[in-house]
């Protein structure tokens, strides 16, 4: 099965929120692997995705993050109910139209 969250990042508790509870509580038993969508339109859009990257790094049962295979989509480790879940943090610039790199 496939398991995606997005959510628009407005802020830190919106996107903490958005993998724990929501996402993490849409996984069963059997799930080990799922997708968190994560949409900026912060001008800043390297520094957005460090900064929010450190944030689902401080949920609960964090284990570590290695690169993923799309360059900017890390995999996030957790232990959840005794299994590891991976988590790709898929971070997607949505810039304003008509603002500094938008169309």
């Not at 959510?7 to 692997?33: E, M």
């Not at 890390?74 to 971070?91: I, K, M």
């Amino acid at each position: 099965m496939f398991i995606c969250e997005a959510k628009w990042a407005h802020d830190h508790d919106t996107i903490r929120k958005a993998l724990d509870p929501q996402l993490f509580g849409y996984l069963n038993v059997h799930d080990t692997s799922a997708v968190l969508l994560v949409l900026m339109r912060q001008k800043d859009f390297a520094g957005a995705c460090a900064t929010y990257q450190e944030v689902l790094e401080r949920v609960d049962g964090y284990q570590g993050t290695v690169p993923g295979p799309v360059d900017g989509w890390p995999l996030l480790e957790f232990l959840r109910d005794d299994r590891r879940v991976t988590v790709c943090a898929a971070f997607i610039h949505l810039p304003v139209p008509g603002s500094p790199g938008g169309e």
